[in-house]
């Protein structure tokens, strides 16, 4: 967002016919961008998931690294969902719900069918390891 | 009041205890009107007619609501404009309490309550029932919880379940331990303050007390519930589960059911560790309030023990926790820069089927949460904690107020702390889904 108004600025100064001026606004806008470029990638690396033999392992996090580790058995029920910007690049986000209400399960941007995939895997594994409360 | 088909209705006087100061206050209204309406006005007749309909509209919600018990479920239609029909399933059934409040007791009556597990987990209310209905009806329901079928032979509900008391309060321990508690305390400030400005000036202590009327009501009243709910509480411990009984003026009776317990926490403040006495409480799962329960009944958290020395409230802890750890290691000394305040109660110890922590700032807080109960795990590192090598584990349970959190550990011992409980829990689950 940073650097979209960085860029605006640019444009617009030089447009006002200050040259100088809008040169660093652009120099701005490249650095603000390449820092969230950075950000963005590190937030992005961060995530991750694994499927175990008994449960679900999910990473996430830079600042706050988070690993959370949630049984098939202990899982309530599975939700996938896809706001307006997931579903225009095809993505979904699956999250699993225990009786905890803390437990945080959620794995964000994956492939359709890749969600699709999972959350008939999950279903099906907590339905085969299901404990009672 | 039984019809043919099973289906029961509650007590004809539930409208009445329902409404509460309400329906008092109504009364002495309607009695003192009808004192001035000897005198002739057409006014008492519309009070009359108010009171009419509002008698009617208590009848009518009393015939639409009947409950029965439908195989393992318990039944409850209600409503006229929305009828509403809420079906219960008695496995789910984590406690079941009985409650009287102070006009309930006048009329003879209880009201039963049921509280079902899981995340929408809701509370099925019967208000009220007679009182000497209740506590059969307690028995069958936690009979068919346990697994009996409906028409069997009930082994006579008359019967008294055998109970082992485990311990009762005395009344000047407890008179005692409110009144150096947090809320105790803020009490006592706060009409001490009172006084002084009342000796050095009255007109301002008037000015005080009207101004701050609501605030020393509220706070006189949460210190009045306390006494009220934990008067005389005493454990008990029966076949179907613990009992727990108190109250003054308005009684309870709660049933936990074996195995329900998903955390118990032991609480000592600043100066009762000072004397030596700690406070248990046990977190059950279920919704931590549900629609329809008031503020004095949203109680997420059961109180076994209100105030009891050290020594009582392990040999409580040993009915309830039997295989617990007993040594709790204190956490690296980097931790004093992370968390200087707590650093002096952190501790963390497992057994085969437990886990406690300890934590908190002024007051100690111990946690034990059974490995079975355990929901998830998960490992949290701060930018703080990166930088000392530290990580916490949170343990979650389907309790909704107790946390467990092995906090600020070395990060590689809690790497090793979390696959070794996911392992630990894994097969604390296997073996119970044997």
């Known amino acids: ?133 | 009041m039984t019809s043919p088909d099973g289906w029961r209705r509650l007590h004809p006087l539930s409208p009445i205890v329902r409404g509460g100061r309400a329906t008092i206050g109504v009364g002495i209204l309607l009695f003192l009107s009808l004192l001035q309406g000897r005198r002739g006005s057409s006014n008492s007749y519309i009070e009359l007619g108010i009171a009419g309909l509002v008698i009617v509209l208590g009848f009518v919600s009393w015939i639409v609501t009947r409950w029965r018990i439908d195989g393992d479920d318990l039944r409850i239609e209600s409503g006229v404009l929305r009828r509403q029909s809420l079906r219960f399933p008695l496995s789910q059934v984590q406690a079941i309490d009985i409650v009287r409040p102070g006009l309930a007791r006048i009329f003879g009556v209880a009201e039963l309550r049921l509280r079902t597990g899981g995340s929408s987990g809701d509370t099925a209310r019967l208000a009220y029932l007679a009182s000497h209905e209740a506590e059969p009806l307690r028995a069958r329901l936690l009979a068919l919880a346990e697994g009996a079928r409906e028409h069997e032979e009930t082994p006579d509900p008359e019967a008294v379940i055998e109970e082992h008391v485990l311990t009762t309060v005395p009344t000047g321990r407890l008179i005692g331990s409110i009144l150096i508690s947090d809320v105790g305390i803020f009490a006592e400030s706060v009409l001490a303050a009172l006084i002084v400005t009342a000796v050095l000036s009255p007109a301002a202590a008037m000015g005080v007390v009207s101004a701050g009327a609501v605030w020393i009501f509220a706070v006189l009243t949460l210190v009045w519930r306390r006494f009220n709910q934990e008067y005389r509480l005493s454990l008990a411990e029966a076949t179907d589960g613990l009992r727990v009984r108190s109250g003054l003026i308005a009684l309870s009776a709660e049933t936990i059911r074996p195995g329900r317990v998903q955390a118990v926490r032991m609480v000592e403040p600043l100066l009762w560790r000072a004397l030596g006495w700690c406070r248990l409480e046990v977190d059950l799962a279920g919704k931590q309030r549900s629609k329809g329960e008031g503020q004095a009944e949203r109680r997420p958290l059961r109180t076994v023990l209100p105030v009891g020395s050290r020594a009582l409230a392990e040999e409580l802890l040993e009915r309830i926790v039997p295989d617990r750890p007993r040594v709790q290691s204190p956490p690296p000394r980097r931790t004093l820069l992370k968390s200087p305040l707590r650093y002096r109660m952190l501790a963390w110890g497992r057994s085969e089927t437990c886990v406690a922590t300890t934590s908190g700032r002024i007051r100690r807080v111990t946690v034990w949460a059974p490995l079975e109960k355990v929901q998830s795990l998960r490992r949290v590192q701060g930018p703080l904690q990166r930088r000392l090598q530290l990580a916490t584990i949170h343990v979650d349970t389907a309790g909704h107020s107790v946390h467990a959190a092995i906090r600020d550990r070395d990060s590689a011992e809690a790497d090793r702390a979390l696959a070794d409980l996911s392992e630990l829990a894994r097969a604390e689950r296997r073996k119970k889904a044997r």
């Open chain 1, 1 to 133: 967002m940073l650097t979209l108004a960085a860029l605006i600025a640019a444009g617009v100064v030089a447009a006002l016919g200050h040259t100088a001026l809008g040169l660093a606004c652009l120099g701005g806008a490249l650095v603000l961008g390449l820092a969230a470029e950075r950000f963005v990638s590190r937030r992005f690396h961060a995530w991750g998931y694994a499927e175990r033999e008994d449960d679900l392992l999910v990473r996430r996090g830079v600042m706050f690294s988070r690993l959370s580790v949630v049984p098939y058995g202990r899982m309530q029920f599975i939700d996938v969902t896809a706001g307006p910007l997931e579903r225009s690049f095809g993505l979904a986000t699956v999250r699993m719900h225990t009786a905890a209400a803390a437990s945080d399960a959620r794995i964000p941007g994956l492939d359709r069918a890749e969600a699709a995939r999972l959350r008939d895997r999950l279903a099906e594994l907590g339905e085969a390891q299901a404990a009672g409360l």
